[in-house]
């Protein structure tokens, strides 16, 4: 079989090699095998690489955080599923591959008849998204919230999100392309990025006090979504895009008592009961079966090209993600 593997970590498309490796063979006892029909490259999967994520994998590995695969074998003692379902990979099994094994117990069966690559991007995205509005500050119907790199893909989603919950949505953007798409997708208010943010912010949506910024880009990017916040506001940042630390000064910390917090899912998987799990994942499988939710996917690769997909999703100005299909 195929799969992606790197002895090193440092830049993405010279680390990463699509390499043979041994069939997994029959299902042990409690286990699945699974061929892996779609997989995303994630931000999370570039920092793997580059040896900058908060948990590194023992090396070599193979990265890859989500997918969705098909069941070609069940081992003893596993009865939720069986040859030909459709199931939901394990989160961080290293999913960049043709074919895997895994624990069923980790596997969660999915319905037919819903874009297979739509749910390949289920596990990671979508529940950050959601999470963020849900978990992070109450919120109730007409309340505002910011995020910057709202055209990422947890921006995208949570700008739909939102609206489904009946919040506005303020998004700020790196550039004046980004409006109308954006604008489109369901945004209240669009504004590229710069030193006069909050000012512009408080015009375009007459002075609303926005307790919640959304961050997933760090360095100046949180101070200026803190300055843009209500007094008491909450910053909750989720991701380092610019590689710098969140930057939120004294006068917005002590004297406008905004509270800058962040926020890694894997935490939420670890505390989360089984019952919260099931919930937050049906109520976004349903969203996305009726077309509530949908991710833009600007092209898919083959293993084999993994250093030209890789390279792709590094360019900062795509337009969707970028999928494997190791199995075509």
Same mark, same amino acid.
């Given at each position: 079989?195929?799969? $992606?593997?790197?002895?090193?970590?440092?830049?993405?498309?010279?680390?990463?090699?699509?390499?043979?490796?041994?069939? =997994?063979?029959?299902?042990?006892?409690?286990?699945?095998?699974?061929?892996?029909?779609?997989?995303?490259?994630?931000?999370?999967?570039?920092?793997?690489?580059?040896?900058?994520?908060?948990?590194?994998?023992?090396?070599?590995?193979?990265?890859?955080?989500?997918?969705?695969?098909?069941?070609?074998?069940?081992?003893?003692?596993?009865?939720?599923?069986?040859?030909?379902?459709?199931?939901?990979?394990?989160?961080?099994?290293?999913?960049?591959?043709?074919?895997?094994?895994?624990?069923?117990?980790?596997?969660?069966?999915?319905?037919?008849?819903?874009?297979?690559?739509?749910?390949?991007?289920?596990?990671?995205?979508?529940?950050?998204?959601?999470?963020?509005?849900?978990?992070?500050?109450?919120?109730?119907?007409?309340?505002?919230?910011?995020?910057?790199?709202?055209?990422?893909?947890?921006?995208?989603?949570?700008?739909?999100?939102?609206?489904?919950?009946?919040?506005?949505?303020?998004?700020?953007?790196?550039?004046?392309?980004?409006?109308? =798409?954006?604008?489109?997708?369901?945004?209240? $208010?669009?504004?590229?990025?710069?030193?006069?943010?909050?000012?512009?912010?408080?015009?375009?949506?007459?002075?609303?006090?926005?307790?919640?910024?959304?961050?997933?880009?760090?360095?100046?990017?949180?101070?200026?979504?803190?300055?843009?916040?209500?007094?008491?506001?909450?910053?909750?940042?989720?991701?380092?895009?610019?590689?710098?630390?969140?930057?939120?000064?004294?006068?917005?910390?002590?004297?406008?008592?905004?509270?800058?917090?962040?926020?890694?899912?894997?935490?939420?998987?670890?505390?989360?009961? =089984?019952?919260?799990?099931?919930?937050?994942?049906?109520?976004?499988?349903?969203?996305?079966?009726?077309?509530?939710?949908?991710?833009?996917?600007?092209?898919?690769?083959?293993?084999?090209?993994?250093?030209?997909?890789?390279?792709?999703?590094?360019?900062?100005?795509?337009?969707?993600?970028?999928?494997?299909?190791?199995?075509?």
């Amino acid at each position: 079989m195929k799969a $992606v593997q790197f002895k090193s970590f440092g830049l993405p498309p010279t680390v990463a090699e699509c390499i043979d490796l041994p069939e =997994p063979g029959k299902a042990a006892a409690g286990h699945a095998v699974i061929d892996v029909l779609a997989t995303p490259i994630n931000p999370s999967d570039i920092m793997t690489l580059l040896g900058m994520y908060g948990t590194l994998p023992k090396l070599p590995a193979t990265p890859g955080n989500e997918g969705i695969g098909r069941v070609v074998d069940v081992g003893e003692g596993v009865e939720h599923l069986k040859v030909g379902d459709l199931t939901l990979l394990p989160v961080g099994a290293g999913t960049w591959t043709t074919r895997m094994a895994a624990p069923a117990a980790k596997l969660v069966p999915m319905p037919e008849g819903i874009d297979p690559q739509q749910l390949a991007m289920l596990a990671i995205n979508p529940p950050t998204a959601l999470l963020l509005l849900r978990d992070v500050v109450e919120l109730k119907e007409g309340d505002w919230v910011m995020q910057n790199a709202a055209n990422s893909a947890v921006g995208s989603y949570l700008i739909k999100l939102a609206k489904f919950r009946g919040l506005k949505t303020v998004n700020v953007v790196r550039r004046e392309s980004l409006i109308e =798409p954006l604008t489109k997708l369901g945004a209240d $208010v669009v504004v590229v990025d710069g030193h006069d943010l909050a000012k512009r912010v408080s015009q375009a949506t007459g002075g609303a006090k926005i307790r919640l910024g959304i961050d997933a880009i760090g360095g100046e990017s949180s101070q200026r979504l803190a300055q843009s916040l209500a007094h008491g506001g909450t910053v909750c940042n989720y991701g380092a895009m610019s590689g710098e630390a969140c930057r939120v000064g004294p006068q917005d910390l002590i004297f406008r008592n905004i509270t800058l917090r962040g926020f890694w899912l894997a935490h939420w998987f670890a505390r989360a009961t =089984p019952t919260d799990q099931m919930t937050v994942f049906g109520q976004l499988i349903s969203m996305i079966a009726d077309g509530t939710l949908k991710a833009e996917i600007e092209a898919t690769y083959p293993l084999e090209k993994i250093k030209d997909a890789l390279t792709h999703a590094m360019q900062p100005e795509r337009s969707g993600k970028i999928l494997l299909t190791p199995n075509g």
